[in-house]
């Protein structure tokens, strides 16, 4: 079964500086990634996925991914936070066992930025 | 819009009781979760539905019982509620077949037992 791995729990950066947030997984067949991001006292929303090709992947609000076979890995960066990217930001992948496919989910990490 | 709506988002419950948290999602998605969410650990799935009268046991079941009698709604029961049940509840939908579209997920539910 897969497993994720988020890095870091927190990460406290200043407005207008880079973040990474890293996400590793655990195996390397064929699977497809997500970035996810929850707002305080809100669900989770899609940031963006990979499925396939181009392994730079673009979302929404200025975030992008990378996927690295090789590394398995699938880290989150922008390259200038705002105030409002303060939120707790998930990675998942997909996971194929038994005939059904789900997602699994790593524990998060809180990024936080400070004026 | 598409949407996953949770019927409450902030419930207060005492120990003992029976506590049903409503999910209905207006996408036509086979599928349906029930994750709590609690500091630390992450988003834990309960229970899942592939199908109409079907469910499938998460990695966290005890303590909970699920039930999926339409299409669109899916109902989560704390058929006992106890203090270590109070926590974020997430329920989400996806479409059949994989997972390529990811889930869509409701604001969720906090609930406390007091």
């Known amino acids: 079964a897969q497993s994720v791995t988020q890095l870091d729990s927190q990460v406290p950066v200043f407005e207008e500086a880079p973040v990474e947030l890293r996400c590793n997984y655990s195996s390397s067949v064929s699977v497809y990634l997500f970035w996810y991001v929850q707002y305080p006292n809100q669900g989770l929303q899609l940031l963006l996925k990979?499925?396939?090709?181009?392994?730079l992947v673009k979302g929404i609000n200025g975030f992008e991914a990378e996927f690295n076979k090789s590394q398995t890995s699938f880290h989150l960066r922008k390259p200038s936070v705002h105030i409002s990217d303060t939120a707790e930001y998930f990675c998942a992948v997909s996971d194929r066992q038994g005939g059904s496919e789900k997602l699994v989910f790593g524990k998060g990490t809180k990024l936080t930025v400070n004026p | 819009d598409v949407k996953v709506t949770q019927s409450s988002r902030y419930l207060v419950k005492r120990t003992g009781e029976k506590v049903f948290l409503e999910c209905v999602q207006d996408m036509d998605h086979e599928n349906m979760f029930w994750y709590r969410q609690d500091p630390g650990l992450g988003l834990r799935l309960i229970y899942f539905s592939y199908d109409v009268k079907m469910k499938e046991k998460g990695d966290i079941p005890e303590g909970y019982s699920v039930s999926r009698e339409k299409k669109e709604r899916f109902s989560l029961i704390l058929e006992s509620a106890s203090t270590n049940q109070t926590s974020m509840y997430l329920c989400?939908?996806?479409?059949?077949?994989?997972?390529?579209?990811?889930?869509?997920f409701g604001s969720g539910t906090r609930l406390t037992v007091v």
């Open positions: 990979y499925l396939s090709g181009s392994t």
């Open positions: 989400a939908s996806s479409l059949g077949g994989n997972t390529n579209y990811g889930y869509t």
